[in-house]
């Protein structure tokens, strides 16, 4: 009698338990939930802060393209300057000085070329790549930066 207790008539099928539910969500998944909904705002609160912060760059390279003589690109520079930097620093530059502002507010060029073509010719393909160059990656040190109003 001790063989029919372990007979395979008395075996019963395995029980699975259900599946645990998807809702509610655990405490953990809510925690991590506001994480990533809180690491979301955070990317596009700086992103828009950042596309605010370099929109004058934006509408400068806009008016590059419509600009009809040397002078032209000097005036728009200045005002892109203008928009970056403060008024006391930028408004009273010209010739070399203006050039030398431009040399040290961006590295990637060299201004000089700017100062030395006709002003009232029609712009060459080297200024409009020398401004376009300026405005797109000139930095402007923290302590000018200009106070946004």
């Not at 600009?67 to 690109?73: L, V």
């Not at 100062?115 to 712009?123: E, F, L, N, Q, Y």
Request: net charge positive.
């Amino acid at each position: 009698m001790d063989d029919d207790q372990y007979s395979l008539d008395k075996l019963r099928d395995i029980v699975v338990p259900e599946p645990p539910p998807l809702w509610p969500l655990a405490p953990g998944m809510w925690v991590l939930l506001g994480l990533i909904v809180l690491t979301l705002l955070l990317i596009v609160w700086r992103w828009r802060a950042a596309r605010k912060r370099n929109a004058y760059r934006k509408a400068g390279l806009v008016l590059l393209n419509n600009a009809r003589s040397t002078q032209d690109i000097s005036v728009l520079m200045k005002r892109v300057a203008l928009a970056a930097f403060p008024r006391e620093t930028v408004a009273s530059l010209y010739g070399d000085e203006w050039t030398a502002f431009l040399n040290k507010t961006c590295p990637r060029g060299d201004f000089s070329a700017l100062s030395t073509t006709d002003p009232d010719g029609a712009p060459d393909s080297t200024a409009i790549s020398l401004a376009a160059t300026w405005i797109r990656h000139h930095r402007v040190p923290v302590k000018e930066a200009k106070v946004a109003s």
